[in-house]
């Protein structure tokens, strides 16, 4: 089945405690990303990446960290999270050069940050 | 710069009623345009999209969405709603004109409370 993990899916945390968010995807997607979910504000983008070891900053990339050393994996890191980033995280992925094919996204992280 | 505008924070319709989730957007060039489901504690769903072609496009479980150029809007529509219906809807368009080409921008997201 074509999917996108995300684990865990509910985080709580204090300030400080470096955590990692792992996403994988199975469909062999060169394009990944990560997004966060605030009421209101709709889904904002954290980080991309194009192919493996291509990442860039998105819309809201402060206080993130991203690596792609595989095609399959995007891990969304947070060195030293903070209140002000306890949000619903999601991880997608997709075609790269073919923009009219419709993105998959994984189940969503729930973070808290105390 | 590049948007999607969802004015409506939330929809209620009765059950079997027809129902719209409005959706206008602002982009450089012809358009991508999508529609996604959150049910809860659930990912986003994907229901439908416009790329190029017939306006009306049909979409996952019952929906379908408009795309209107002049009035840049892109109006998802049920004929019959359903209970089962009840979620968060947002709408999205691709920005392929910049590098970051997988990119998607979303509206701020519609509640659709369907009533028995």
């Known amino acids: 089945e074509a999917q996108v993990t995300q684990n865990p899916r509910y985080l709580i945390t204090v300030t400080g405690k470096k955590l990692t968010v792992t996403c994988s995807q199975n469909?062999?997607?060169?394009?990944m990303s990560w997004y966060r979910q605030d009421p209101g504000l709709g889904l904002r983008q954290i980080y991309y990446s194009m192919n493996v070891e291509v990442t860039d900053k998105g819309d809201v990339p402060e206080g993130y960290k991203v690596s792609r050393k595989e095609k399959r994996n995007f891990p969304l890191i947070l060195e030293s999270p903070s209140p002000n980033q306890t949000s619903l995280y999601f991880c997608?992925?997709?075609?790269?050069?073919?923009?009219?094919?419709?993105?998959?996204f994984g189940p969503g992280t729930r973070l808290t940050v105390t | 710069a590049q948007s999607v505008a969802q004015p409506e924070d939330q929809v209620n319709v009765a059950e079997g009623n027809p129902l719209t989730v409005k959706c206008t957007y602002s982009?450089?060039?012809?358009?991508?345009l999508f529609w996604y489901v959150q049910y809860p504690n659930r990912g986003l769903q994907f229901l439908l999209k416009?790329?190029?072609?017939?306006?009306l496009v049909k979409g996952s479980y019952g929906f379908e969405a408009e795309f209107n150029k002049s009035q840049t809007s892109f109006h998802l529509k049920k004929p019959s709603a359903l209970v089962s219906d009840s979620a968060l809807y947002f709408c999205a368009v691709r920005d392929i004109r910049s590098s970051n080409t997988g990119k998607l921008i979303f509206g701020q997201g519609t509640t659709l409370q369907v009533k028995p």
């Open positions: 416009y790329i190029t072609g017939d306006n």
């Open positions: 982009v450089s060039g012809n358009p991508y």
């Open positions: 469909m062999n997607h060169e394009y």
């Open positions: 997608a992925s997709s075609f790269r050069d073919r923009s009219s094919y419709e993105q998959y």
